[in-house]
């Protein structure tokens, strides 16, 4: 695995006529075992790690089974992630071709040419022809930003729950709601038991944001009339939001930042498609969609 001490013996290799030469001088694994005929990409004790191959005319540099790296003879580099995003897979581009590659937004993200370019779909293609390397088939990308003033307004609708669950907060010692509260309200799960030996609360799943029914159903119970419904809404913000406290302690608390985080959550989930404005972003230009979770 990669670490602060990247001891991998890769070579760098900055177009295809470098792999080509690189596969065709490096010498193959021995012996029968597992990485027996493998093309060692660095030293050759980690050639189960990194290795090459040729699939007809373009070279194929791995990182774990995965093609990472796959360099065409029409100066064509093909970048993949596998399908999934790692520091890994980031640490391994960055040693094979001469730029830089880290992971934002949780996507991989190269460094060309003072530009910063996420892959989509999970590969992106430069061409490298001409000595110089050009990101390929880039599109502007998106992020939503908030309207102040319309997410004030929405906001203005939720004022009384939150005053109803600060008060519901400062009638409780340390400012915390015990688990066996939420037995009370919300039964207990059949056969398990906390750290103490008391009964497990069977609290419903938190809210998916994403699920404009999830959210519409706590909502729901948020603008109820009904102060058991409202208490219901805190017991499960609280459980999803806040921070978990075990042993003697055995329930949930809540910081004022995390029910702020918390409502903005719920509140601009539900009303989204007022709240948020989407903005283009420059292509070579990589900014982070703090909302994201949202959609």
Aim: hydrophobic share 35%; glycine share 8%; with cysteine.
């Amino acid at each position: 695995m990669y670490g602060y001490s990247r001891n991998t013996g890769i070579k760098r290799l900055r177009n295809y006529n470098e792999a080509l030469q690189h596969f065709n001088e490096a010498t193959p694994i021995r012996g029968k075992g597992t990485n027996a005929g493998k093309l060692p990409l660095g030293y050759r004790h980690r050639a189960g790690e990194f290795y090459m191959q040729k699939r007809g005319d373009a070279i194929e540099c791995y990182c774990y089974r995965t093609p990472v790296v796959t360099y065409h003879p029409n100066e064509i580099i093909e970048l993949k992630n596998g399908g999934w995003t790692s520091s890994t897979t980031a640490n391994f581009i960055s040693e094979v071709l001469p730029f830089g590659c880290r992971i934002s937004n949780s996507k991989l993200v190269v460094s060309v040419r003072a530009g910063e370019y996420a892959f989509e779909s999970g590969q992106l293609q430069i061409d490298a022809s001409g000595g110089t390397y050009n990101v390929m088939h880039q599109k502007p990308t998106y992020v939503h930003k908030v309207d102040r003033k319309q997410a004030n307004i929405v906001r203005s609708q939720y004022t009384d729950f939150i005053k109803f669950f600060n008060g519901m907060m400062k009638l409780r010692e340390n400012n915390m709601v015990k688990e066996e509260e939420y037995v009370a309200v919300f039964g207990a799960i059949k056969g398990m038991v906390n750290h103490g030996g008391k009964p497990r609360a069977d609290i419903p799943s938190d809210v998916a944001l994403r699920n404009a029914e999830q959210v519409d159903e706590l909502i729901g119970l948020m603008q109820s009339v009904d102060p058991q419904d409202r208490y219901k809404a805190c017991l499960r913000i609280l459980k999803q939001w806040g921070k978990r406290h075990y042993w003697r302690d055995d329930g949930y608390s809540i910081t004022p930042n995390a029910l702020k985080r918390a409502m903005n959550d719920l509140i601009f989930a539900k009303h989204k498609d007022v709240v948020f404005k989407v903005e283009e972003v420059e292509v070579g230009t990589i900014r982070k969609n703090l909302w994201a979770h949202l959609f």
